[in-house]
């Protein structure tokens, strides 16, 4: 309750608290305020019943609450402080339709079977002696052991299994109790699409009452609730024995019609092998459960050196070891059967198909010019428009191909000339580029001259004389070196 009430904006806000824990005022005096509060208590109420924590008739109630205005104000208590005026907040609820009493809840009508209408009497007892159809008399044979006695403990035994609902809960105990059908509708819901999802052969879509109370962990109370819904918004169909508990639930399938979702005497029959594989299952766990500790308490009295009675403790074992292998045998003989009737389901499934297929192809081919000689027609029509298409694509490219050829001759040599125009512009960028490359090159020759890579040898002479000579002979000398590198370069 403290995390629902902690989402809660003004919970944490002193002043406003203080307001709503205040008595209500009649809607005639002050329909604001009245409004207001009754809004706010609202949808705290559902905000809880949704999360599942409000008391209810049973310890961990999830669905069914007690509307007590008491009850429900020692729930939301803050600060030493209970709220005041739930009863004009249940009372408004109840009128909105957001609150309803639970045994008006569980009176409602609809659905596609009610109590004792899904078989006739003399089928309906669980425990007791059921009329059964082939499926379940071939069940039946096939756990029947030279004994005849094995049959008739397991049905003790499953009968047992299923009987959770012995007293009537209309009485005294839901009397002040309430539900919240929004939250009851999103439960339901979510189990059905939960069994939906999970579902893979027909079969799976039959469920014990017992287990799927224990799947989503519901108490009595709320199973019962639950299943009314879902009888009611026609999700599932329900089975009670004659004293009106619930014993299985068959869901509906996506693909079937909602009026013929029933439960046969053939769902009883596979219900009946299912429990009865849930009992051995379990049966099996405690038996190797005790081989177990048989071994080891054999072990121990070795261990002690008391030889009697770790031979008694083997002798057990045997024995329980002998039975562990005939219910084991017996749990793959149900699931053999359980596997022939799926088999059998698709087979027919597949069939029904079939034959659905094969009126849909006939009705097709009733179809008015649905003929051998339509179709030829149609297809000899279909080779001529074709034929006609491809002689009116050659026309267009041949007539295209003439109109190029006798164009303009003006147009074609101004066309002519660009293109000569287009070739020479593009010789000229590359021997520019070229050019300009070798100038490069050439520059980076002279950079590298000096005046000792000439090579001149110079005769002895004056000083003055021989500086003058030096000079011409050096400039004739470097004009041949930049003639002969020139030439080299080009």
Known sequence: MEEVLARIPEWSKDERMAA??????????????????????????????????????????????DSRPEALATQFTRKGLSPLGMETVVAAMKSSGTLMAATLYLKRRGGLVGVNSAVT????????????????????ASLAFATGTVWRVMT??????????????????????????AVVEELAARVCNRVRREAVYSTDYLRDVARLSAEENLTRVDT???????????????????HGNPQFVKFLQRTTDATSN?????????????????AIEKQIGALESRVSELSKSALAAVGEGQKTRALAHLRQKREVAAILDKRTGTLHTLEVIL????????????????????????????????TLEAVTNTMESLEDALGQQDEIENALM?????????GDPKFSEELEKQLEDLVA??????????????????????????????????????????????????ADASGKELRYVLAGAV
């Open 339 to 370: 596997s022939k009737i799926q088999q059998a389901e698709t087979d027919v499934e597949v069939l029904a198909a079939y034959d659905a297929g094969t009126k849909t192809l006939e009705n097709i081919l009733a179809l008015p010019g649905m």
């Open 425 to 474: 512009s593009s010789r000229e960028e590359e021997h520019t580029g070229e050019s300009q490359g070798t100038m490069e090159a050439l520059i980076g020759q002279l950079e590298g001259l000096s005046v000792v890579s000439v090579g001149i040898s110079l005769p002895n002479v004056d000083a003055a004389e021989s500086a003058g000579n030096a000079e011409g002979e050096l």
């Open 224 to 242: 019962l609730v639950m299943l009314r819904c879902l009888e009611v918004t026609r999700k599932a169909s329900v089975l009670y024995d004659s």
């Open 398 to 406: 041949q007539g295209n191909e003439r109109i190029a050829e006798n």
């Open 262 to 278: 029933k439960i046969t005497k053939a769902d009883i029959g596979i219900l009946r092998i299912v429990r009865t594989r849930a």
């Open 20 to 65: 709503l824990f205040s008595r209500i005022p009649p809607r005639d005096v002050n329909p604001t305020v009245h409004d207001s509060r009754v809004r706010f208590w609202s949808k705290t109420i559902v905000a809880a019943a949704q999360a599942g924590v409000l008391l209810g008739p049973e310890d961990s109630c999830k669905l069914v609450f």
């Open 156 to 181: 003790a035994v499953i009968g047992s299994f299923g009987s959770i609902f012995d007293e009537d809960v209309e009485g005294n105990q839901l009397k002040d109790c309430v539900v919240v059908p």
């Open 121 to 140: 009497s003399d089928e309906q007892s669980v425990d007791g002696a059921v009329n059964m159809d082939r499926v379940s008399a071939f069940a039946h």
